[in-house]
T-cell receptor
Framework: NAGVTQTPKFRVLKTGQSMTLLCAQD?????MYWYRQDPGMGLRLIHY???????AKGEVPDGYNVSRLKKQNFLLGLESAAPSQTSVYFC??????????????FGPGTRLTVT | ELKVEQNPLFLSMQEGKNYTIYCNYS?????LYWYRQDPGKSLESLFV?????AVKQEGRLMASLDTKARLSTLHITAAVHDLSATYFC???????????FGAGTILRVKS
C-alpha cells in the first residue's frame, strides 16, 4: 500500500498562475482533507470531503477550490495564486464509522512557493 | 468555535529528564489526537484518545485526556535525542472528523 500520495512535491508559481494539487489514497477511506501548514500556526483545514462527489469548506477556504470525482482522489485547485498561498500543503484521509472516527493519515506534503 | 492551545511552544530538554506538553481546547470535543512531525516530513500519528480518562502509552511517551477539563497531556519519560521533533495535538470538530490543530511544540533533547 502506498497510503496517501501527493503530486507534485514542490512547485514555484508566479502570482496569478493556476495549478492543481493531486492527492490519492489507496486505503478506501471515505474522508479526505486538505490542510496548509505555515510556520508557528500548526495545520489549518482548507476543504474536506466526506465521500465521493461531496466537498465542504474548512477554516481557510478562500482562494481554493476542490473536487472529489473519485473516492480515491481529492484535488485542490488554486485559480489565481497569490504570495499569501505560499505554504506546505498536506492531504489526509481517514476511515470513519458513524461512532468511532479513526486517525487521519497524512501525505508527504507539497511545498508551494508563489512569487 | 473550537480552538486548541499547546504549551510550551518550545521545549529544550535534557536527556534523561521528564517533561509534559499541555493541550487545552476551548469547546466540547471527545476525540483528541497527537502527532509527531520531523523537519521537512509529514505527520505521524502517535495517539488517538477517544474518551474521558483515556491513557495511552508507547515507549517513553504517554498521553492522557480529561474531557471535563478540556485538557490533554503528553508526558515524556527519560527523554532521549530521538524524541526531538515537533509535536501537535488536534481536537476533532463536528461532522466529518475535522481536526483543529494546536500550533505545535518544538522539542529539542540535548545530551
Amino acid at each position: 500500500n502506498a497510503g496517501v500520495t501527493q503530486t507534485p512535491k514542490f512547485r514555484v508559481l508566479k502570482t496569478g498562475q493556476s495549478m492543481t494539487l493531486l492527492c490519492a489514497q489507496d486505503m478506501n477511506h471515505e474522508y479526505m482533507y486538505w490542510y496548509r501548514q505555515d510556520p508557528g500556526m500548526g495545520l489549518r483545514l482548507i476543504h474536506y470531503s466526506v465521500g465521493e462527489g461531496t466537498t465542504a469548506k474548512g477554516e481557510v477556504p478562500d482562494g481554493y477550490n476542490v473536487s472529489r470525482l473519485k473516492k480515491q482522489n481529492f484535488l485542490l485547485g488554486l485559480e489565481s495564486a497569490a504570495p499569501s498561498q505560499t505554504s506546505v500543503y498536506f492531504c489526509a484521509s481517514s476511515y470513519s464509522t458513524r461512532y468511532i472516527p479513526y486517525e487521519q493519515y497524512f501525505g508527504p506534503g507539497t511545498r508551494l512557493t508563489v512569487t | 468555535e473550537l480552538k486548541v492551545e499547546q504549551n510550551p511552544l518550545f521545549l529544550s530538554m535534557q536527556e534523561g529528564k521528564n517533561y509534559t506538553i499541555y493541550c487545552n481546547y476551548s469547546t466540547t470535543s471527545d476525540r483528541l489526537y497527537w502527532y509527531r512531525q520531523d523537519p521537512g516530513k509529514s505527520l505521524e500519528s502517535l495517539f488517538v484518545l477517544l474518551s474521558n480518562g483515556a491513557v495511552k502509552q508507547e515507549g517513553r511517551l504517554m498521553a492522557s485526556l480529561d474531557t471535563k477539563a478540556r485538557l490533554s497531556t503528553l508526558h515524556i519519560t527519560a527523554a532521549v535525542h530521538d524524541l526531538s521533533a515537533t509535536y501537535f495535538c488536534a481536537a476533532a470538530s463536528g461532522y466529518g472528523n475535522k481536526l483543529v490543530f494546536g500550533a505545535g511544540t518544538i522539542l529539542r533533547v540535548k545530551s
